[in-house]
């Protein structure tokens, strides 16, 4: 029997290899330049459609989510939020707050006038029990939605708690801490806003227009 097996020269095998390390390079090349730009996009319009749900779209003429700014305050916090304007005047000042849950950190978006009155507010995330603290979702019920048009004179500041601590909203039967770190954490933003609203408004970058 004879053996017919072909040994290729090392040579060429180290050409195959080298043109397939080529094509993959390409194709890492090719998805950077084209595929990188996609999601991009795709996190802008995500950003966007956030933003939307707590800003109703009469109230700006800009792309907030293109428009993000960190400012530092007099308390030496940091602050980072999204800033909507009208005519180039701002018209309202989005931030991404933490609450505090029942099963950990609450993480919502606010949207606030500079009057000081709520436009919105979502809930981004979070790890509540499913068919309890999940009710703060917007498509699990309408509670989050209360928010909006509310502000620290309405109702008074005092009342702002769940009914249960004598304030005026309603917690979830079986599920109070949840709808209490929330509504603390939305009342903890108004007073940052409350107590900070001249630099927000008339920040430099909201000055200049940029």
Do not use: C
Not at 18 to 34: D, E, G, K, T
Not at 60 to 69: A, L, R, T, V
């Amino acid at each position: 029997m004879t053996d017919t097996t072909t040994i290729k020269p090392a040579h060429t095998q180290a050409l195959t290899l080298a043109i397939f390390a080529l094509i993959v390079a390409l194709l890492v090349m090719l998805s950077n330049r084209w595929i990188g730009p996609l999601i991009k996009i795709q996190e802008h319009n995500d950003q966007l459609n956030k933003i939307q749900q707590v800003l109703p779209q009469s109230l700006y003429d800009n792309d907030p989510s293109k428009h993000e700014i960190k400012l530092t305050l007099a308390d030496g916090q940091t602050v980072d939020y999204f800033l909507a304007t009208k005519n180039g005047t701002p018209s309202a000042f989005i931030f991404n707050s933490i609450a505090q849950g029942y099963s950990g950190p609450i993480k919502l978006m606010i949207g606030i006038k500079p009057n000081g009155v709520l436009t919105g507010v979502r809930v981004l995330a979070h790890n509540e029990t499913p068919g309890l603290g999940d009710k703060i979702e917007a498509d699990k019920s309408n509670w989050i939605l209360q928010f909006a048009g509310l502000s620290l004179k309405k109702p008074p500041e005092s009342q702002w708690l769940v009914t249960k601590d004598g304030g005026h909203f309603s917690a979830f039967t079986g599920a109070t801490i949840t709808p209490r770190g929330v509504v603390k954490g939305i009342r903890q933003t108004l007073e940052m806003f409350r107590h900070n609203s001249t630099v927000f408004i008339h920040h430099k970058e909201v000055a200049d227009g940029n």
